[in-house]
């Protein structure tokens, strides 16, 4: 009887271990692709999804791109802001520190970057003011 046990509990024990040998880590389905310069690139740029401004203006979409030069600080991307006229009203760079992407610009100095996505959803591009901890959304699309 207690041989049955044992093995009734063996045979349980293995087949837990193997189904869970393939289980995602990543239990919420979050993907991180703040480093994919693919997508930080993207060309159809980036869209606020609430009504931001910079400074005065009224904030429209912005681009970012790869600098062909090599730079000394570490900032491998330059920013553009843009209104909805497609005017720029801010400009700055991405600066790659160890945890983290980092945005520095003339208003909008030290916000943190993130770009998540789901198997479901498209990228979603945050700034984390990392002073007041306020932070603006962006989807990708827009301008191309």
Avoid at 76 to 103: C, K, L, M, P
Wanted: net charge negative; aromatic share 10%.
């Amino acid at each position: 009887m207690q041989q049955r046990v044992l093995l009734a509990l063996l045979l349980i024990l293995f087949l837990v271990l193997i189904g869970c040998t393939g289980c995602d880590p990543n239990q919420t389905g979050t993907i991180d692709l703040t480093r994919d310069a693919s997508v930080l690139t993207t060309p159809l740029g980036w869209i606020p999804q609430d009504s931001y401004t910079i400074d005065a203006p009224p904030m429209g979409s912005f681009e970012i791109a790869r600098l062909d030069v090599i730079s000394l600080d570490n900032s491998d991307f330059s920013v553009n802001f843009y209104d909805a006229e497609d005017n720029t009203i801010e400009h700055g760079i991405f600066t790659f520190e160890a945890n983290s992407v980092v945005y520095q610009g003339y208003f909008l100095d030290d916000q943190t970057l993130l770009i998540t996505a789901t198997e479901e959803t498209e990228p979603v591009l945050s700034l984390t003011d990392r002073t007041t901890g306020e932070k603006m959304f962006f989807s990708m699309g827009g301008s191309e």
